[in-house]
């Protein structure tokens, strides 16, 4: 069965920094082109990052390049997001999925940037 856990949201000041986590089971992780997606209040959910199954190859929202860095363990079959100079706009729920968001989605994990 598979299944997404995010983690290591939270409350941060504008400016700061935060990691996320996703740890994906139940498919072939390493084999596999993975991506964070968010949800902002009153807001569709949105991408925000995508990275390749091995080069790796990344790619970003045009709203965060230059301030987060998507990685990926494929021995821990973990997804991680290294967001900086956080912003209030980065405020949102955020998920892990494949490319194309094709699989069953876990239950987020609530990022704040407020003062």
């Known amino acids: 069965q598979v299944h997404f856990v995010e983690s290591g949201g939270g409350l941060v000041r504008p400016g700061g920094s935060l990691r996320i986590s996703c740890a994906a089971s139940g498919f072939q992780f390493r084999f596999t082109a993975m991506s964070w997606y968010r949800q902002a209040p009153t807001k569709e959910r949105e991408f925000v990052a995508d990275?390749?199954?091995?080069?790796?190859?990344?790619q970003y929202a045009d709203s965060v390049k230059g301030r987060f860095i998507i990685s990926r363990d494929n021995v821990r079959n973990t997804l991680y997001l290294h967001m900086n100079n956080l912003i209030p706009d980065d405020t949102a729920v955020y998920y892990c999925?494949?490319?194309?968001?094709?699989?069953?989605w876990g239950q987020g994990t609530q990022v704040t940037v407020s003062s």
């Open positions: 999925n494949t490319r194309g968001a094709t699989l069953p």
């Open positions: 990275i390749s199954s091995s080069d790796p190859t990344t």
